[in-house]
Nanobody, 125 residues
Framework: QVQLVESGGGSVQAGGSLRLSCAAS????????MGWFRQAPGKEREGVAH????????YYADSVKGRFTISLESAKNTLYLQMTSLKPDDTALYYC??????????????????WGEGTQVTISS
């Protein structure tokens, strides 16, 4: 049974950093697309960063390029999102998700079959 558990959220001031973790279990994650999404109050969920686990190629939303880094520790089946230079606009519930069928050629949330419960990130100005 696939299970994704996020952790590492919290409240920090603008300019600060956080590292989110997503512990994945219940399957083999090689050759899958894993990603981070976020949803702010009153807004649609959006993709933040994705990584194709076989090659390590990463993709980022324009809004986070240069500030966020996605990585995978394969031995621990753990996905990370290192977030720096945080802004109040980064405030959201952050979700980890996995798509077992693609190499991240399409990173639409509709392709992702499994999701974690989310971890809250709050950035104060």
């Amino acid at each position: 049974q696939v299970q994704l558990v996020e952790s590492g959220g919290g409240s920090v001031q603008a300019g600060g950093s956080l590292r989110l973790s997503c512990a994945a279990s219940g399957s083999t994650y090689i050759n899958s697309c894993m990603g981070w999404f976020r949803q702010a109050p009153g807004k649609e969920r959006e993709g933040v960063a994705h990584i194709y686990t076989r090659t390590g190629i990463a993709y980022y939303a324009d809004s986070v390029k240069g500030r966020f880094t996605i990585s995978l520790e394969s031995a621990k089946n753990t996905l990370y999102l290192q977030m720096t230079s945080l802004k109040p606009d980064d405030t959201a519930l952050y979700y980890c998700a996995v798509d077992f069928r693609s190499s991240c050629y399409s990173r639409s949330e509709t392709n992702f079959d499994y999701w974690g419960e989310g971890t809250q990130v709050t950035i104060s100005s």
